[in-house]
């Protein structure tokens, strides 16, 4: 069963009085297996965010269809869709979204204490090691880089062993350097965590390390590079 799959998923949006409405996705059908490592690419304006927010279950499509581990998000009320996104999904933003208040252990911790996970120090810990952060736990987020942040941000995403991690622009406020440190981290975390890896970029490393390369053109799909086709 496909981790993620969109079946003709359409979004429109209302504009301002007088403007047309957008058609920001127009007919997305695609199917992702466990451990995929996808780019979505296109350029500004073309739906990547639309995509990712629907794929994540904070949107919802005008029409057609989302199913995220064999759920409808459509068919969820308000309980399900929290428990889903708290169990299923991990997000990474291109501006970090740390809670500036809770040190780095305390954000990475905060996902898990709202799951009602026991031992939510530990795993966070846990997490914090693996992005090489065991040693900044106690740092507030304005006391870190932002290739620093960004490896918080991951082990937040990933506290929770989620199946699907959406990232939107992860390395676009990154060095180069930086940006492939964060890259690194994300195709482990489809290779050694079975994460299905869904990334909004456009960076060229970004593209040529994913195993599917979905390029969109005004909410559409334009072209699909895969090395194993699942669609
Ligand atoms: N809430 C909204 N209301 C109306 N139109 C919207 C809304 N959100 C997005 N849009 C429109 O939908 C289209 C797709 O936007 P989206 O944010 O998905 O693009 P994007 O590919 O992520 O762009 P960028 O690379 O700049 O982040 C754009 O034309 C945008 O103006
Ligand atoms: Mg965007």
Request: glycine letters at 10%.
């Amino acid at each position: 069963m496909a981790v993620l799959q969109m079946v003709d998923a359409t979004k429109r949006y209302q504009g301002a009085a007088g403007e047309r409405e957008t058609v920001a996705l127009n007919g997305f059908t695609c199917a992702f297996r466990e451990g995929e490592f996808v780019a979505v690419v296109g350029r500004s304006g073309c739906g990547k965010t639309t995509l990712l927010n629907l794929a994540g279950a904070m949107d919802f499509p005008s029409s057609g269809e989302v199913w995220i581990d064999g759920q409808l998000t459509g068919g969820l009320d308000d309980a399900g869709l929290t428990r889903l996104r708290r169990t299923k999904i991990g997000f990474i933003f291109q501006f970090f979204q740390l809670l500036p208040t809770l040190s780095s252990v305390e954000n990475v911790e905060l996902p898990l204490l709202l799951s009602g996970a026991p031992n939510a120090r530990e795993q966070a810990m846990e997490r914090l090691a693996w992005v090489e952060m065991a040693g900044f736990a106690g740092r507030m987020p304005h006391q870190l880089s932002g290739g620093q942040m960004q490896r918080i941000a991951i082990a937040r995403a990933l506290a929770h062993n989620p199946k699907l991690l959406l990232a939107d622009e992860p390395i676009g406020n990154l060095d180069t350097a930086t940006g492939n440190m964060v890259l690194d981290l994300l195709r482990r975390a489809s290779s050694e965590h079975g994460a299905t890896v869904l990334m909004a970029t456009h960076s060229a490393e970004s593209t040529a390390i994913a195993d599917t390369v979905i390029h969109l053109r005004d909410g559409a799909i334009e072209e699909v590079h895969r090395t194993a086709c699942t669609c």
